[in-house]
């Protein structure tokens, strides 16, 4: 069955980087897109990119643009977001959630990873 | 970028109630690529309605979601007591955006 295993909660102080992990299991990574979601305390989702696992390329929303990289390893099957420059305003739980064909295939989500951004 | 805002922030209902869920585009969305999504404390979103008006597999045939263009609504015509919790709507093709919620409580 397809799993998505984030790696452990974070605590990072202002202006450092965070990398979390995204492990996918029960399906070839490379065949899907993999997203990234954060959700603040109390806010909605909010979309931060993609990757295409297939040959590593991303697409970036336009406000993370600047600090945000998506990348993957297809020999472990996973991919990975790092997020720099961190502020207290990133302090969010971060998924990782599988494209798919809506109506079609089921949707597969992480359990979420929190990142606490504090001095 | 599309901005997607939602109304009324809190619907205060009772079960069997109907609740009508409005989410306004800040430019035309294909409804091709327009969802619906439930969101329960501590869980992840979950998808209700996809391409503005179909079900997703497993959804009750209570929640019906409609509109075109900028303006979209989800209806849950009877609300049964799982039903309270959060609702977003949702863009999605290459980028996603999500509105910032409705609450029925």
């Known amino acids: 069955q397809v799993q998505l295993v984030q790696s452990g909660p974070e605590v990072k102080k202002p202006g450092a980087s965070v990398r979390i992990s995204c492990r996918a299991s029960?399906?070839?990574?490379?065949?899907?897109?993999m997203h990234w979601v954060r959700q603040a305390p109390g806010q909605g989702p909010e979309w931060m990119g993609r990757i295409n696992p297939h040959d590593g390329s991303a697409n970036y929303a336009q406000r993370f643009q600047d600090r945000i990289s998506l990348t993957r390893d297809t020999s472990t099957s996973t991919v990975y977001m790092e997020l720099s420059s961190l502020r207290s305003q990133d302090t969010a739980v971060y998924y990782c959630t599988r494209e798919f064909l809506r109506g079609v295939e089921s949707e597969y989500w992480g359990q979420g990873t929190l990142v606490t951004v504090s001095s | 970028e599309i901005v997607l805002t939602q109304s009324p922030g809190t619907l205060s209902l009772s079960p069997g109630e109907r609740a009508t869920l409005s989410c306004r585009a800040s430019?035309?969305?294909?409804?091709?690529?327009f969802a619906w999504y439930q969101q329960k404390p501590g869980q992840a979103p979950r998808l209700l309605i996809y391409g503005a008006s179909n079900r997703a597999p497993g959804i009750p045939d209570r929640f019906s979601g409609g509109g075109s263009g900028t303006d979209f609504t989800l209806t849950i015509s009877r609300l049964e007591p799982e039903d309270f919790a959060l609702y977003y709507c949702q863009q999605y093709g290459v980028s996603w955006t999500f509105g910032q919620g409705t609450k029925v409580e």
């Open positions: 029960g399906y070839f990574l490379t065949r899907y897109f």
């Open positions: 430019q035309a969305v294909s409804s091709t690529y």
